[in-house]
C-alpha cells in the first residue's frame, strides 16, 4: 500500500499543504469548515500525519534529548522506540545522542543543554560515577532508567528507573544452584565498575553464599577492556580462555544476553554442547535470546513498562509534581533450553 | 579506570575550564606557553577530549543529519558509529533522526533543514519512491546510503552509495543452485516494494532462470506487513507458515540475515534441523550471523566502507567537488554451517 503524503491530502482537498498543516495542527488561522473538510479527508485515507516532522517545527525550545552509552547494544533499541513515541505524545520533540564508552556523559549533556534548550534528559546505560557536585551542575530535571547504582550516591539526588539488578542477579543464580549446579563461572564486569557490573557480581556472590558455595575466583572471568563491553565478541574471547584454561565448571553466567550468546558460541567451536556440557544463563531478555539454538534462560528486564515509567518521572520532575523518586521493577526468570539441571 | 575530565585537567593546570577548553580547541585567545603546559598534562594523563560536546558546541550551524528508516535494524548500528566519527573529523555535528516505516522521510528532512540549518543530509536504509519534484524540494545535498534504487529513478537526480542488489542477491542463489537446490523458497518484501526488496527478490529470478528452475510462486514468501520488516520475528512468522504449508522445498534464502534467523527458529520448533533438513541463507553480514548456530551462510556488505564512502560522497557535494555520483561496492559470499549441498 502507497503511503499517502500531505501533498496527497492538499491536492485530494484542493488546499495547499500550509492548509493541510494547519488543520492539523489546530492553528487558529484556518477557516472552521476547511478544516473539517480537510480532516474528514484526512480520516477517510487513513494519512498519517508525520508527527516527527510536526514536533521538530513546533517544538524546538522544547526538546527531551536520551543520552545512550552503548548504541550498539540491542537491549537499548526497544527502549529509544518507546522514548520517542512518549516524548511525542507529550508534544515535546526528542533528541538522541549517543556517548562514547570513554566520554563524560554529564560533560555532553552540559552542552546540549546550552544548545538545545533542553527541558529534561534521560541518561541510559553505561556506568554513573560522578560527584554529586557534577550532578548538580545540570540546571534541567534528569532521569537514570536502566542504570544500576552503586551505594555511593544519596537517593534525594536523583532519579531513577530500573530493575534491582543485585536482586534479580540473585535470582538466576539461585535458579542455576537449585538445578545442582556447584561450580558456576560468571563473565562479568571489571571489579572497578560500580553500576549494573558490579550488582550483578554482588548478586552471584551472595546466591553462592547462601547455598553454602565458596566463590572460586578462577571461575570469575572478566570482560576485555579492548573490546565493546556486554557484546558477543566480549562474551566469546573470555569463554575461550576460561575454557582453555580447563577449569572444572558446569554452568556459566553470563552478564548479559549478548555475552552469553558469545559463550555459547566459544562452547560450540569445541565441540561441546549447551546444554548438555554446560548450562548458559544470560541476563536482559533479548529477542535473540528467543532465536538462538538453544534459545537463552535469561532473567527478562520489562523494558517497555521501564521506559515508560522513565518518560513519567521526567514530566513529574519537570512539572515539579514530585522529588527525586526511585521506581524499582521486577525482572523475570525465563527458563528456555540453554540450561538443564544436574 | 577513573575517567578524568575536563574540570581534573583545569585544576592540575590551575586554570580555568574555559582556558583548557581554548587550548583543546585552538582558540587564538590563549598563552602558548599556558597552551603547551595544558596539552602536556593532557598528555600524561590520557585525556580524551570530549568530542561530542565539542562539536555540538562549535558546530551548531554545520550540522549534517543521518534519517534512518529501522532504527532497531542491526545492520545500521555498525553504520551509525562509523557516519557519527566521520562527520565529527569532519568538525561537523552528527544528528541522527529516527524515521517512522510510515513516515516520510522527505517530509521529514524538509523541516530539518530549516530548524537545524544542515549542511547535509544521509538517508539510511528503507524504501525509497519520492517523486523528482519531490527530491528538488530538498536544498542541501544528500546521499542515499544502502538504498537499493530501482529503474524509474535518474541516476542524475541523486548520489547513492550501496552494494548491487540485484547482483550480490543473484550470487547468494546462484550459490545454492551449485549446490544442487531446486526447490528454493525466498522471503521477500511485498511486491509493490521499489527498492533493496525488489532488487533481491530479482536477483533470485533471474539466477533460477539461470539455472532452468521454474520460479514457483508457491515459494515465494512475503513479509507480513503489521510486523516490522526485515525482522527476525517477520522470517519466523513466514516460515511457520511455510512449512505448515508442507510446500516441498530443501532451502530457504532470506533477504536478511534477521528473516534468516526467525526462519531458522521456525524450523527448529518443528523438529527439523539446519541444515540437515533446510539449508538457510541470508543477506548483509550481521555479526550475529557468525555467532548463531549454526552460523549463517550469507552475503556480507561491507558496512564500513560503505558508511566512509558515503560521508565522503556527501562531502564532496558539500564542497561541489562533484555532481551526482553512485559508488558500488562489491558484496562477499560467506559459506558457513546454515547450508550444505544436496
Redesign the interface.
Given at each position: 500500500?502507497?503511503?499517502i503524503?500531505?501533498?496527497d491530502v492538499a491536492k485530494m482537498c484542493g488546499v495547499g499543504v500550509t492548509t493541510v498543516s494547519r488543520a492539523i495542527n489546530n492553528h487558529p488561522d484556518i477557516n472552521e469548515e476547511t478544516k473539517s473538510m480537510i480532516m474528514q479527508v484526512i480520516k477517510d485515507n487513513h494519512y498519517?500525519p508525520?508527527?516527527?516532522?510536526?514536533n521538530?517545527?513546533r517544538a524546538?525550545s522544547k526538546t527531551i534529548a536520551v543520552l545512550i552509552k552503548g548504541?550498539?547494544n540491542?537491549f537499548f533499541?526497544?527502549m529509544?522506540?518507546v522514548f520517542?513515541e512518549e516524548i511525542q505524545r507529550k508534544k515535546y520533540s526528542f533528541f538522541?545522542?549517543?556517548?562514547?564508552e570513554?566520554?563524560?556523559e554529564i560533560?555532553?549533556a552540559?552542552?546540549?543543554e546550552?544548545?538545545k534548550r533542553l527541558k529534561g534528559i534521560v541518561f541510559l546505560g553505561g556506568y554513573f560515577?560522578h560527584s554529586k557536585e557534577?550532578l548538580t551542575q545540570l540546571s534541567v530535571p534528569f532521569v537514570l532508567s536502566t542504570i544500576g547504582m552503586a551505594t555511593e550516591f544519596t537517593p534525594s539526588d536523583y532519579s531513577s528507573v530500573s530493575v534491582d539488578d543485585l536482586k534479580e542477579s540473585y535470582k538466576i543464580v539461585d535458579y542455576l544452584c537449585n538445578q545442582g549446579h556447584k561450580k558456576i563461572a560468571i563473565i562479568a564486569a571489571p571489579m572497578?565498575d560500580v553500576s549494573i557490573g558490579k550488582l550483578r557480581y554482588d548478586g552471584y556472590k551472595k546466591a553462592l553464599e547462601d547455598h553454602g558455595i565458596d566463590l572460586d575466583l578462577q571461575l570469575v572471568r572478566i570482560m576485555k577492556d579492548d573490546i565493546e563491553s556486554y557484546t558477543?565478541?566480549n562474551g566469546?574471547v573470555v569463554t575461550k580462555e576460561l575454557l582453555a584454561s580447563k577449569e572444572d565448571c558446569t554452568a556459566i553466567y553470563a552478564i548479559s544476553d549478548s555475552l552469553a550468546?558469545?559463550a555459547?558460541?566459544a562452547i560450540?567451536e569445541t565441540g561441546k554442547k549447551v546444554p548438555e556440557d554446560y548450562s548458559v544463563a544470560g541476563f536482559d531478555g533479548l529477542?535473540?535470546g528467543?532465536?538462538?539454538?538453544?534459545s537463552i534462560t535469561t532473567m527478562r528486564q520489562p523494558v517497555k513498562e521501564i521506559a515508560e515509567e522513565t518518560i513519567k518521572v521526567l514530566f513529574d520532575l519537570i512539572n515539579k509534581k514530585i522529588s527525586h523518586t526511585h521506581k524499582i521493577f521486577p525482572a523475570e526468570l525465563v527458563v528456555r533450553d540453554s540450561t538443564k539441571s544436574l
Open positions: 500500500m502507497k503511503r503524503t500531505i501533498t498519517i508525520n508527527n516527527s516532522a510536526r521538530l517545527k524546538d548504541i550498539t540491542p533499541n526497544q529509544i522506540k520517542e538522541l545522542q549517543r556517548v562514547d570513554n566520554q563524560d560533560d555532553v552540559i552542552e546540549l546550552k544548545e560515577s557534577k572497578d558477543m565478541e566469546y550468546i558469545g555459547c558460541k560450540f529477542d535473540i528467543f532465536y538462538y539454538n538453544p
